[in-house]
């Protein structure tokens, strides 16, 4: 299983780019998919979530602000980031839990970062 995340890059205060995760591979079913982000010398932040029935949740930090979607055909989650603020500067990192047959234990797969910096 891969998970391979696009978008992201430099951005404006303000701004509203898009971050995709799409999973391939032997995939049965895929649970939870997380959005994460890493500033520098802060610790790792759970951004937003996604569950197979489509229940999200979000930072406190994001709220209102972040929008979380997922396409189930596809394989993928998608993070919409809108009215980005430099402190949204971080590695943004994907997750998901996926089974990959009938009966296989779920595992957390991840995407391989993507930095978002926000700067004017």
């Known amino acids: 299983v891969q998970l391979v995340q696009s978008g992201g890059g430099l951005g404006q205060p303000g701004g509203s780019p898009r971050l995709s995760c799409a999973a391939s591979?032997?995939?049965?079913?895929?649970?939870?998919m997380k959005w994460y982000r890493q500033a520098p010398g802060k610790q790792r932040e759970l951004v937003a979530y996604?569950?197979?029935?489509?229940?999200?949740k979000y930072a406190d930090s994001v709220k209102g602000r972040f929008t979380i979607s997922r396409d189930n055909a596809k394989n993928t989650a998608d993070l919409q980031m809108n009215s980005l603020k430099p402190e949204d500067t971080a590695v943004y990192s994907c997750?998901?839990?996926?089974?990959?047959?009938?009966?296989?234990?779920?595992?957390?797969?991840w995407g391989q970062g993507t930095q978002v910096t926000v700067s004017s």
């Open positions: 591979g032997s995939i049965f079913s895929i649970f939870d």
């Open positions: 997750s998901a839990v996926v089974t990959r047959f009938n009966g296989d234990y779920p595992r957390d797969y």
């Open positions: 996604i569950t197979g029935d489509d229940v999200t």
